[in-house]
């Protein structure tokens, strides 16, 4: 089973910082790994797929990079409504795991 | 634009079965693995299991015994069924779609879109 951990477990930033989320898996995922983001009380959401593309809809201040066992989705500039938990998440042997979450919250 | 709506029993007692139903609307039932995910209070996301429309799954090891995902093409829905509940099996449960391409290195994965969740309680 292929771990994924997340960095750091709370970030506290302010409206308008850059935010950057780390994700390390315990082994290669070459490219195939998706960003998530949920609000409380709501489903996740897709963010991120295949490593770098932005789902349909998001904005373009979400961007995510990285390869083989450690990514990075980067939030260039924080809004209000960006204040969430993000999951990264990952399919190996037809097993799916995702992350533990990063919650990024108001400073 | 594709939605997921999902129900079923939200309040059972220890040893009972859990049953949910997820219906797709408005997209195309094949080609996507239909899967279920679920997240205790307070922590993080598990994935339990997936069907594609010819009934073919894949289940995580660590509820395998317990789980049984079925799909009915003819009204577009899936289903869920896990059995011998305990307290541990608490959680808000979530269908979603997922789309799975198996690519020279690896194998891509993501769910969109996700059902709205439902709170499973399993209490005596």
């Known amino acids: 089973e292929i771990v994924l951990t997340q960095s750091p477990a709370t970030l506290s930033l302010s409206p308008g910082e850059r935010a950057t989320l780390s994700c390390r898996a315990s082994?290669?995922?070459?490219?195939?790994l998706a960003w998530y983001q949920q609000k409380p009380g709501q489903a996740p959401r897709l963010l991120i797929y295949?490593?770098?593309n932005r789902a349909t809809g998001i904005p373009a201040r979400f961007s995510g990079s990285g390869s083989g066992t450690d990514f990075t989705l980067t939030i260039s500039s924080l809004e209000p409504e960006d204040f969430a938990v993000y999951y990264c998440?990952?399919?190996?042997?037809?097993?799916?795991?995702f992350g533990p979450g990063t919650k990024v919250d108001i400073k | 634009q594709v939605q997921l709506q999902q129900w079923g029993a939200g309040l059972l007692k220890p040893s009972e079965t859990l049953s949910l139903t997820c219906a797709v609307y408005?997209?195309?039932?094949?080609?996507?693995?239909w899967s279920w995910i679920r997240q205790p209070p307070g922590k993080g996301l598990e994935w339990i299991g997936e069907?594609?429309?010819?009934?073919?799954?894949n289940y995580n090891p660590s509820l395998k015994s317990r789980v049984t995902i079925s799909v009915d093409t003819s009204k577009n829905q899936f289903s869920l069924k896990l059995s011998s509940v305990t307290a541990a099996d608490t959680a808000v449960y979530y269908c979603?779609?997922?789309?799975?391409?198996?690519?020279?290195?690896?194998?891509?994965?993501?769910?969109?879109?996700w059902g709205q969740g439902t709170l499973v309680t399993v209490s005596s």
């Open positions: 408005g997209g195309s039932f094949s080609g996507y693995y």
């Open positions: 069907i594609n429309h010819s009934g073919s799954t």
């Open positions: 979603a779609r997922g789309k799975i391409a198996v690519a020279g290195t690896g194998v891509r994965s993501w769910f969109d879109p």
């Open positions: 082994q290669s995922v070459s490219s195939y």
């Open positions: 998440q990952q399919r190996s042997n037809w097993l799916v795991t």
């Open positions: 295949d490593a770098s």
